[in-house]
C-alpha cells in the first residue's frame, strides 16, 4: 500500500481547521455570539465536505483514515487552545477566606474588580464570602491576586449564564476592572506634570531675573559713560567762573 504523502497532508490539514472551526464555533454558540458563529458555520461546512469527499473517495487506503482521525483530535485541541487565548466572555469567582483578614475585599476593589461581601460559618469558625465576576481574561491574574493577599483562600469558580444589572455589570461592559492601575498611572503622570510645570516655572523666574540683573547692569553703565561728559563740562564751566 503506496503512501501519498501530499494527499495525506491536506487530509490532515483539512480537518485540522475544520475541527478548530466547529470547535470555536460551538464555543461562540455557547457563549451568545449569535452574529460571529454562523459565518464560521459556513466556512466549517464547506471544508467539511472537502475533506470528507478526499477521505470517501479512497477508503482502500487506511492511512487516509489513520490522517483524517489524527486531524481530528489535533483540531480539537488546537480548538481548545484558540478559544483559551481569546478568553471569551465572563466568569464568576468565589473565595472564601478568614474572618480575621478583612482586607481582602478592599484590596480587591483599590485593584479596580467589584467585590460583594457576605459572611459564613465554617468548620474552623466565621468565613468572608467574596464574589467577584471578571473577564475570563483577567481570570489567572485575579487568582495570582488573591493568592498573594489571602493565601488560605479558598477559590472556585463558574461561568455564568446570564448577567444584567448592578455594579459588576456596568464596570465589565466599560473595562473599568484595571481601575485602580489607570487611577494610580493618572496619579503618577499628573504628579510628574505637576513637578515638570514647578521646575519650568523656577527656571523661567531664574532666567528673568537674570536677564532684569544684565538689562540693569548695562543700563548703569551706559548712564555712567553719558554722566562722565556733562561732569567734566560742568568742571570747566567752574573753572571758568
Do not use: C
Not at 464555543?27 to 461546512?45: C, D, N, R
Request: hydrophobic share 35%; charged share 25%.
Amino acid at each position: 500500500m503506496s503512501l501519498d504523502w501530499p494527499l495525506l497532508l491536506l487530509i490532515f490539514m483539512i480537518n485540522v481547521v475544520y475541527v478548530t472551526l466547529s470547535t470555536i464555533r460551538m464555543m461562540l454558540t455557547m457563549k451568545g455570539y449569535q452574529s460571529v458563529a454562523p459565518i464560521i458555520a459556513m466556512i466549517e461546512v464547506t471544508i467539511y465536505v472537502i475533506g470528507l469527499g478526499l477521505v470517501l473517495d479512497r477508503l482502500d487506503n487506511v492511512w487516509n483514515i489513520v490522517a483524517y482521525a489524527l486531524g481530528y483530535g489535533v483540531g480539537i485541541y488546537t480548538g481548545m487552545k484558540i478559544e483559551d487565548r481569546l478568553a471569551l466572555g465572563h466568569i464568576m469567582v468565589t473565595a472564601i477566606v478568614p474572618e480575621e483578614n478583612v482586607n481582602v475585599s478592599e484590596e480587591l476593589r483599590n485593584r479596580g474588580y467589584g467585590v460583594t461581601t457576605s459572611h459564613a460559618y465554617g468548620k474552623e469558625g466565621n468565613r468572608y464570602v467574596l464574589e467577584i465576576l471578571t473577564p475570563r481574561s483577567n481570570e489567572r491574574k485575579l487568582y495570582k491576586e488573591i493568592s498573594v493577599i489571602e493565601p488560605k483562600a479558598f477559590v472556585i469558580s463558574y461561568e455564568p449564564k446570564y448577567i444584567s444589572g448592578g455594579f459588576w455589570t456596568k464596570r465589565v461592559r466599560k473595562n473599568h476592572l484595571n481601575l485602580g492601575e489607570k487611577k494610580k498611572k493618572l496619579s503618577s503622570e499628573v504628579e510628574q506634570s505637576l513637578k515638570e510645570s514647578e521646575k519650568n516655572r523656577v527656571q523661567q523666574e531664574a532666567d528673568d531675573t537674570k536677564k532684569y540683573q544684565e538689562e540693569a547692569s548695562q543700563y548703569g553703565a551706559q548712564s555712567s559713560e553719558k554722566e562722565g561728559p556733562v561732569k567734566e563740562t560742568r568742571e570747566n564751566h567752574d573753572k571758568l567762573d
